[in-house]
Every structure is written in C-alpha cells, then in structure tokens.
C-alpha cells in the first residue's frame, strides 16, 4: 500500500501569513496514463471532508485562489497565500492512483 | 448531492446495511467511494464500486466482512456491513469518483457505533 506522510501535523499561522503542508507518498504516484492522481481535503470542524485540489495543483470548483498545490512523483506541497479565519481546519493529501486509496494523517491548521 | 443513511449502534458481530442517496448527477456514469472516519482519528477508504457495479475493490481492514453495491435504478449506493468489529465505529461517507479520479462530492455522513 502507498503510505502517505504529511509534515507538520500541526501548523500555528498568523491571520494573512501563508502556510505550507507537505505530503510525501511511500512510491511514485504517477499513473499509467501519465496523470498522477494526488488530491488535497480540508475538513472543518464538524464538517465533511471538502475536495480542494486534485492532479496535484488543479483547484475545484469553488476553491479561493489563495489555495494552490504542486509537486512532483513522491513530493507534494498545499499552499495557502494568506490564511483566513475560515481556513482553520485538518487537511489531508490523498492518492487515488492506486487501491486502496490512502490518505495522510492529516494536518491540523490554527490560528496563533 | 450525495446523503448517507442507516448508521447507529449495533452489538459486535452483528451487521448494518448504509445507504447513500444521491441527487443532482447522473449517478450511473460515476464511480462511488465509501470513507469512514473512527471518534478523532484521520479518513480512512473503505470500499470502490465502478459506475456499473463491475468492479470493486475494498480495504484489507473489511475485505470479507463489507460489500459495496449500486442499485443505478434507485441512484442508491449501499454498505452491507457483517461481522462488526468495535474498531468499525466510524462516521461513514460516501463519496462521488468524479473525472481524474477526484472525490468531488461527499455527503454529511452517518455515524456507526458498534458496542454491547
């Protein structure tokens, strides 16, 4: 199984500083088709998981640009520009390239 | 919309049927996804069914003990859950496979507690 870890698991940020979260998968995560299926999750607090970025850096619909991902094979990294309120929450990289699906620990995003 | 039903508390060994009513999207023509969340822990996958029921595959956690199915007539996802385990208590979430293998549409969830 591919394991995924995240770093931190925990990330105290200041009101409009910007934060970073990697995720580094146990083997590559690049399909057979070329595509390398890792996604980002943000799930409020008493909330479901949300689907913020899938392919690596491509935003869902409805997402604040302040989000982006990037990365590459095992190395991914989620970006938030300028944290807001709203953000605080667990996010989770996850990889659907192969079954079973896994996800990281999850990364827990504060406020200072 | 996806919106996940049948969830309680129920004795070990004993079994549990969810459901997962969607709405809004063709639901034959996606791939549906089952995730459980156990008291304070991160997301786990549980099960994958193919758009048309034709494959699935499952965590080695419930292999033999869940079965995912569709019933494409009803746009219902469901989870047959036997042999319950306590380490099955969870909030369980369906989840749409949506194009480029993102789940893209998750539902509230329904809360599963197995205890005596």
């Known amino acids: 199984d591919v394991v995924m870890t995240q770093t931190p698991l925990s990330s105290p940020v200041t009101l409009g500083q910007p934060a970073s979260i990697s995720c580094r998968s146990s083997?590559?995560?690049?399909?057979?088709?070329?595509?390398?299926?890792l996604s980002w999750l943000q799930q409020r607090p008493g909330q479901p998981p949300r689907l913020l970025i899938y392919k690596i850096s491509n935003r869902f619909s409805g997402v604040p640009d302040r989000f982006s991902g990037s990365g590459t094979g095992t190395d991914f990294t989620l970006k938030i520009s300028r944290v807001e309120a709203e953000d605080v929450g667990v996010y989770y990289c996850m990889q659907t390239t192969q079954f079973p699906n896994t996800f990281g620990q999850g990364t827990r995003l504060e406020i200072k | 919309q996806v919106v996940e039903s049948g969830g309680g508390v129920v004795q070990p060994g004993r079994s549990l049927r969810l459901s997962c009513a969607a709405s809004g999207f063709t639901f034959r023509s996606h791939g549906m996804h089952w995730v459980r969340q156990a008291p304070g822990k991160g997301l786990e996958w549980v099960a994958v069914?193919?758009?048309?029921?034709?494959?699935?595959y499952y965590a080695d956690s419930v292999k033999g003990r869940f079965t995912i199915s569709r019933d494409n007539a009803k746009n219902t996802l469901y989870l047959q859950m036997d042999s319950l385990r306590a380490e099955d208590t969870a909030v369980y979430y369906c989840a749409r496979w949506g194009e480029g293998a993102k789940m893209d549409v998750w539902g509230q969830g329904t809360a599963v507690t197995v205890s005596s």
């Open positions: 069914i193919w758009y048309d029921g034709s494959n699935k």
């Open positions: 083997q590559s995560l690049v399909y057979s088709d070329g595509n390398t299926y």
